[in-house]
């Protein structure tokens, strides 16, 4: 639903550019109104669960576990951010190429950071096999698309 947002939203870029917003940093406004929502919902149901299950207290664990929330919300922000960018910097292309583009680089560094601190440790060899597929699947439908898109 995020690339419909920045697909759909060409709208609220050309305002934010019209009221003096750079143009690669004007996808940023599609942002704002594409999250809001979804953090209201969020934030709420998440409030609701603290307060069911009386988990207010502030133990080290549970500080430590809010700090890297943060962390990764952070790097998620500045992840669709530069999506946006990148995106409509590629034009009418954009949130299709750079969409899977996007998603691709998630996985492959999801899967190598996944391989790097152990977490597939233990998995049997067959598992190996499918996630090195399905990653091979991953990087040629990406030069499918890109070839594709240049016409």
Not at 41 to 61: E, M, Q, V
Not at 105 to 110: D, Q, T
């Amino acid at each position: 639903m995020m690339n419909f947002a920045f697909s759909f939203g060409q709208s609220i870029q050309d305002q934010a550019v019209q009221r003096g917003a750079g143009r690669a940093v004007a996808s940023i406004a599609v942002l704002a109104v594409a999250v809001a929502a979804g953090f209201v919902l969020n934030a709420g149901y998440c409030l609701y669960l603290l307060c069911r299950n009386r988990s207010w207290k502030g133990d080290a664990p549970a500080f430590r576990y809010t700090l890297l929330a943060a962390a990764m919300a952070g790097l998620w922000l500045f992840g669709m951010f530069f999506y946006g960018m990148g995106a409509s910097e590629l034009g009418a292309s954009g949130t299709s190429v750079g969409w899977a583009l996007f998603m691709t680089i998630i996985v492959l560094v999801a899967n190598f950071w996944g391989l790097v601190t152990g977490e597939w440790k233990g998995a049997p060899r067959q598992s190996f096999g499918y996630l090195s597929a399905g990653l091979a699947v991953l990087i040629a439908a990406l030069v499918i698309i890109s070839a594709g898109a240049r016409g």
